[in-house]
């Protein structure tokens, strides 16, 4: 049996910033905290393999206090024998910042598309995957299983790792399904030799099935990266692996409650606007994230974000935003 640990989107450096103008409480530390609490469960639990199904950062230009902060930690999981693969997101531009750790020997980057066949535990397994491809992802596939080139190893276990949109996955609190299109692949574009395919790309965790049933599964984003996932437990998978069976079990990490509330729009005058957003903060746990919602266009002429902060508790995250209709968002938001 070989024993996984699977996880994806970690955005570190997320709300991190390296010299911050103002100081307030930021949560750049969330992510930071679990992406720790899951590097100590792979050495708790002696995992055989990590995985890592993309967007480890935030972004493309990563200030160097932020790489240093994800690689160090990972040394000692490599140390203890855990083979770790990491697959690069699009946050990350598919690919990473290089590392002296890229030589260590349990470390496997899908720089290109590649597979890494090997023998774990008397299991032979072929762990195979490639960056993330932004677009046209639907016509792209076949050639990058192609290039992969599976079977070298007859009868080994086929684990294909992924940073991608898959037809039928669920996103955001109104159940958006991602339908087959240029930039998702179809859910009978899977060979049927493919045993397990692990993605990261869709922030909320969910198993699903190829035509071929084939399991896919996405471990979902390790914290709440916007407002889209409000609803969704965080966490990660264990997985056991063997030749005939393919087991799976999801665990739940810690993640700050996140909460939206629209101002009266009757309110038009600076007590009365404190006063209300007072009485929601005292109803709200002490740690949450609190995104305020005008009722009427004046009233962001009335509040100043930064009096905001200084009236609520320091543990809360307040963002104060234009009323509803008033800014754009798109599903990207929540396949990030
Ligand atoms: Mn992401």
């Not at 100590?40 to 493309?60: I, N, P, Q």
């Not at 910042?97 to 066949?117: E, I, M, Q, T, V």
């Not at 992924?162 to 899977?190: C, P, W």
């Not at 471990?219 to 889209?228: K, L, N, Y």
């Amino acid at each position: 049996m070989v024993k996984v640990l699977f996880f994806a989107d970690s955005h570190l450096g997320f709300d991190f910033p390296i010299r911050p103008r103002i100081s307030r409480r930021r949560r750049g530390w969330d992510f930071f905290n679990n992406y720790q609490l899951i590097l100590d469960t792979a050495v708790e639990e002696g995992v055989d393999a990590l995985v890592h199904g993309g967007d480890v950062f935030f972004r493309s230009k990563i200030p160097m206090p932020v790489i240093q902060k994800t690689y160090e930690p990972l040394l000692p999981v490599l140390e203890r024998g855990i083979h770790m693969f990491i697959v690069p997101g699009n946050h990350e531009r598919s690919r990473l910042p290089a590392s002296p750790l890229f030589r260590h020997k349990n470390f496997h980057l899908f720089d290109r598309p590649r597979s890494f066949p090997m023998e774990m535990n008397g299991v032979d397994v072929t762990w195979s995957g490639f960056p993330n491809i932004r677009h046209n992802i639907q016509q792209e596939f076949p050639t990058q299983l192609n290039q992969i080139g599976f079977g070298s190893t007859p009868g080994a276990l086929s684990i294909l790792c992924m940073h991608q949109s898959i037809e039928n996955a669920l996103v955001g609190v109104q159940n958006y399904t991602f339908r087959k299109g240029a930039d998702v692949i179809g859910r009978d574009q899977f060979p049927d030799y493919l045993d397990l395919v692990l993605s990261g790309h869709i922030h909320r965790q969910q198993v699903l099935r190829s035509t071929s049933g084939t399991p896919l599964i996405y471990s979902g984003s390790i914290e709440r990266t916007s407002f889209a996932e409000r609803l969704e437990t965080k966490g990660f998978f264990i997985l056991t692996l063997s030749k005939h069976k393919i087991e799976w079990e999801f665990r739940a990490l810690p993640a700050r409650p996140m909460y939206q509330w629209t101002l009266p729009s009757n309110l038009l005058d600076r007590h009365h606007l404190m006063r209300a957003i007072q009485a929601e903060a005292q109803e709200l746990p002490s740690d949450a994230i609190f995104r305020i919602r005008s009722g009427a266009e004046k009233q962001l002429d009335i509040l100043k974000i930064s009096e905001l902060r200084n009236e609520l508790p320091e543990s809360m995250n307040v963002d104060l935003i234009p009323l509803a209709g008033r800014t754009r968002s798109t599903w990207s938001a929540y396949s990030d």
